[in-house]
């Protein structure tokens, strides 16, 4: 019997990429397929040399390249980017793919990778309105309004709620500066005394591999992932532990926290010059945070039950090798050229 064929979408970005390491690992293996707008751009190449995937050139905006991508595939995985589409885009294009999706012959599982609903979550109060969220949270909304089928023919859908990475401690918003005289690595974050919900690129595959391969348990379920929760003060403790460096945290306001970005005033999704800055979106992201309003919403127990293996903060520092230096991780940065280098 062939193995079951995986579409990712995002395949070639930071969570995709584990996704489909992850689906090539499994027992027994999916065969994965990866749309990308440029599969054979150097970075891409090198990045899945020696893998067997296969890639189908386009945008996710372009819904007929969605619909021959999706032919014989089993289940698609969809983490389209809010970083490069703005938010309305964004809930167009999940909400076209899943409608596309049903009209697909083989295809029988519809995995939404997203982000909760944080808008929804708080009474719409638009503190927490941050435009990536928001996108893929009304796309949740939608799906919850659908019917999910486990019958031979029907799909079934499931939504994979994500944390924010453990890597993005090495390329992304929580990059932790080190101080060139004595090597203090400092996390200056608007954290206040609140919680991440950090999930690991690794966890994330993990859960995806255990949806796909349990259609039954998760069709219309919502799977609210997390490796664990942390605060500033224990990343900064847990860094210092690890790596065996001077590590401390120091709580700074939104604006300090952007004015340390040389693209701060740059637009959030890259496709809209004209849209909302990056500055205008995490100002809405960080409170959420601060408030740990995420905390309520994940299962710990249930997590680990999933997924026995799921990761800490020291478990992740000690497997990468973390001790504060960056590297690039998010693909859409490394693109533009902004953060730490590869
Ligand atoms: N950073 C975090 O902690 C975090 C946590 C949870 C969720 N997310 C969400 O994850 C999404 C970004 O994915 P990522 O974190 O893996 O970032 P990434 O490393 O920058 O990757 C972006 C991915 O999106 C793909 N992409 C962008 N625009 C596309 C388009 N129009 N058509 C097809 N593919 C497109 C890129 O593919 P090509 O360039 O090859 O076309 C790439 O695979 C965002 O929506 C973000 O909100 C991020």
């Known amino acids: 019997m062939s193995s079951k064929r995986i579409l990712v979408i995002g395949g070639t970005g930071a969570q995709g990429f584990a996704v489909v390491k992850a689906l090539l690992n499994a027992s027994p293996a999916f065969t994965v397929r990866v749309l990308s707008r440029n599969p ?69 599982h519809f995995v939404y990778a997203s982000i909760d609903y944080y808008l ?32 031979e023919t029907g799909l079934t859908w499931t939504i994979l709620n994500t944390g924010a990475y453990d890597e993005d401690l090495f390329g992304g918003p929580f990059v932790a500066h080190i101080d ?4 203090t690595r400092t996390f200056a974050l608007p954290l206040g005394e609140g919680h991440i919900p950090f999930e690991t690129l690794q966890d994330n595959g993990i859960f995806a591999v255990k949806i796909f391969q349990d259609r039954e348990r998760w069709s219309g379920q919502t799977l609210n992932a997390a490796s664990h929760f942390t605060t500033g003060k224990e990343l900064a403790e847990t860094l210092a532990r690890v790596a065996n460096v001077k590590a401390v945290y120091k709580n700074v306001s939104i604006k300090e926290w952007a004015d340390a970005l040389p693209f701060a005033d740059a637009p959030v999704a890259s496709m809209y010059p004209d849209g909302i800055t990056v500055r205008e979106n ?43 230096t960056g590297k690039g991780v998010l693909k859409g940065w490394i693109d533009a050229g902004i953060g730490p280098k590869p």
């Open 180 to 183: 060139p005289e004595d090597g």
């Open 40 to 108: 054979d751009s150097p970075h891409v190449q090198s990045t899945f040399t020696g893998l067997p995937v296969e890639f189908v050139k386009g945008s996710f905006m372009d819904f007929d390249t969605v619909e021959a991508a999706l032919q014989d595939c089993y289940g698609v995985y969809v983490n389209t980017d809010g970083f490069t589409v703005n938010e309305a885009d964004e809930l167009w294009a999940g909400v076209r793919i899943f409608e596309i999706a049903n009209q697909i012959p083989t295809l029988r």
């Open 282 to 324: 995490f100002t809405m992201w960080w409170p959420g945070f601060q408030d740990s309003i995420l905390k309520p919403t994940r299962d710990m127990a249930l997590l680990r039950e999933i997924n026995p293996d799921l990761e800490t903060l020291e478990g992740w520092m000690r497997r990468v090798g973390y001790d504060g």
């Open 120 to 151: 929804q979550l708080t009474g719409f109060n638009k503190k927490y309105g941050a435009h990536h969220t928001n996108g893929k949270g009304r796309v949740n909304s939608y799906l919850q309004s659908q019917g999910s089928s486990t019958s």
